[in-house]
Structure formats: structure tokens, C-alpha cells
């Protein structure tokens, strides 16, 4: 699940994180790692300009900052950034900062990528908005030998080049971290199937997703790709048992056995993983939900 309170966007916050820090982002961390959730994860923006902030808000964790810090508080679930806009940051920086996640978790870092959408961002840090793709590109190629077992990794092309630069801490996980990478335009499509190691969704349709796995199987078989690679998606906002307020139109509300079965079509399509966004007035509401999904939900979606 992506977390609440780091990113205050009005397309997916709820009102009650407004007033929320620090305390409840641990506690809902602590509660993901506790019932057994496969990852949290934190989003990336480094600064929204005022034409976007009334959607977007100007709220946004360093996701660096937030993995290292619930690294602390947490002891097994994944730690993902979903996504970090890695083509502004030169790739040394950015493996040593996600590096050093992944060491202080004891291996439980997946860096996720993409390539961003706010202008102004690429133009205060310098780095050229219509290029970003090609640049993401490379950055990624980059980031697999800077994150890779190597002391002193090597790497060159037409942005980037370093050699004989060792950097320390190393990865606990070998070869590297997976390296996910978000975006479902033709590019990002063919970025997670060439260069990652998964694709994660940015909240495609469900009747959708079809296309895009099979677009990214296409992808990888004619490049013969293989070994794993991890296909995640963000399912509908999901409310678990019949709620006494207003959910939405788009809410998957109901028992457990009709959520489940919902949901595993999911897995039908060929996703690995489904990313879920649990509806909520407040920090106690979804603390509940999250054990209801855990206890009620979760062991039906397998069959």
C-alpha cells in the first residue's frame, strides 16, 4: 500500500490527513509490517509550482528521508518509492542515498522510478523536461551497475560516467535492489520491460491493464528477456465490509468473498501484486480496515 499522510495530493488523501504527521505515518508503517503487507510506499516530488499546488498540494516526504526513517520502525515488510523521479538526480547520488536504505533495513528496499510530470521541477534542478525520458533511460542503466555488487562500479554513456569511484555502503541484497519502474505510456512500457526489473502501474483502468501486461510480455519476449519481473497494480479504492457513509462511485465495498473474488482478477490478468488504497475517516478507521483486509481479505486471494 502506498501510505498516507507523506504525499497530500486531493486525487488520493483523505481530508484527515491534513492534521496528521509523523505519529500516524509510523503507526499505519507498523501496522502494514504487522499484518503482513508486501511493501509500503512513498511518492516523489522535490517542489510543486503554484499553477499545480490547489491538486497537488505542496506536501510531499523526501522519500529517502521517510524509507530510512520507517526502516527503523518496521522489520519485514518491503520499503518501496513508488516512484522516484530519478532524472533529477545524477545516478551516483541517488545509489548512494538508496543504498544506504537498503543497507539500514537489512535489504528491504525497492527502488522504483519514473520519469515525472512536473516542468518546473526538471527547470529549477536543471535538467532538460523534454529529454527526461532519454535521461531516465540511461539513469536506470546507471543505477543497475552503481547499486550492483561492485565497490567501485563502472559505467559509461552519453550523460553519465564514473569509474574508480567506490561508494560504501554496499546493497544487502545481491546482485542489486530491484529497480521497478512506473508509467504506462509506450515508453515507460517499454523502459520496465527492457531495463527493470518490474512494472509498477500508475493507477491504469482495469480494463486496461490486459494491454499493458501483454504489451510488456510482447516486449520482453522479442527482446529475450528473461527471469523474474514483477507486474503491480493499484487497484479501485476498497472499503472492506458495507460502509455507513459515502465511499465514492469507484469503492469496492462488500464481504470478503465478493472483494476477493474482485480482486483476483487481478492476478488473471498476470499481475503479481495489487496495490490497494483502503477508504477512511480517520487513523482508527483504517487501522481497521487494514486488519480487515489482512484477516478477512488477503488469504482468499489466492484461490
Do not use: N
Amino acid at each position: 500500500m502506498q501510505l498516507p499522510v507523506q504525499a497530500l495530493s486531493t486525487l488520493f488523501a483523505e481530508p484527515w490527513e491534513a492534521a496528521a504527521g509523523p505519529d500516524e505515518l509510523r503507526c499505519v508503517a507498523r501496522a502494514a509490517d504487522r499484518h503482513g503487507f508486501a511493501y509500503v510506499a512513498v511518492c516523489d516530488h522535490v517542489a510543486v509550482p503554484r499553477r499545480l499546488a490547489a491538486a497537488m498540494g505542496t506536501v510531499w516526504y523526501d522519500p529517502v528521508a521517510t524509507l530510512a526513517h520507517l526502516a527503523a520502525v518496521t522489520g519485514r515488510v518491503l520499503l518501496l518509492s513508488h516512484v522516484a523521479v530519478a532524472a533529477l538526480r545524477h545516478p551516483l547520488v541517488t545509489a548512494k542515498q538508496y543504498a544506504t536504505v537498503d543497507r539500514l533495513s537489512g535489504g528491504r528496499l525497492v527502488l522504483g522510478v519514473g520519469a515525472g510530470h512536473v516542468r518546473e521541477e526538471f527547470e529549477a534542478l536543471g535538467v532538460d523536461f523534454g529529454r527526461r525520458g532519454a535521461v531516465l533511460d540511461e539513469t536506470v542503466d546507471a543505477l543497475k551497475a552503481a547499486l550492483g555488487p561492485e565497490e567501485f562500479p563502472a559505467f559509461e554513456g552519453s550523460r553519465f560516467r564514473f569509474d574508480g569511484l567506490g561508494q560504501g555502503p554496499r546493497p544487502v541484497r545481491t546482485p542489486r535492489p530491484p529497480l521497478w519502474v512506473g508509467g504506462s505510456s509506450p515508453a515507460a512500457l517499454r523502459r520496465a520491460a527492457l531495463r527493470g526489473d518490474g512494472w509498477l502501474s500508475q493507477g491504469d483502468p482495469r480494463e486496461q491493464l490486459p494491454q499493458r501486461i501483454a504489451e510488456l510480455r510482447r516486449l520482453r519476449e522479442e527482446a529475450g528477456r528473461e527471469g523474474p519481473f514483477a507486474v503491480g497494480v493499484i487497484a479501485e479504492p476498497l472499503y472492506v465490509g458495507t460502509p455507513s457513509w459515502d465511499t465514492g462511485p469507484r469503492t469496492l465495498t462488500g464481504a470478503r468473498q465478493a472483494l476477493a473474488a474482485s480482486l483476483r482478477a487481478y492476478r488473471e490478468m498476470g499481475a503479481d501484486q495489487i496495490q490497494v488504497r483502503l477508504r477512511c475517516r480517520g487513523l482508527a478507521e483504517l487501522l481497521d480496515q487494514m486488519a480487515a483486509f489482512a484477516e478477512e481479505v488477503a488469504p482468499h486471494l489466492r484461490g
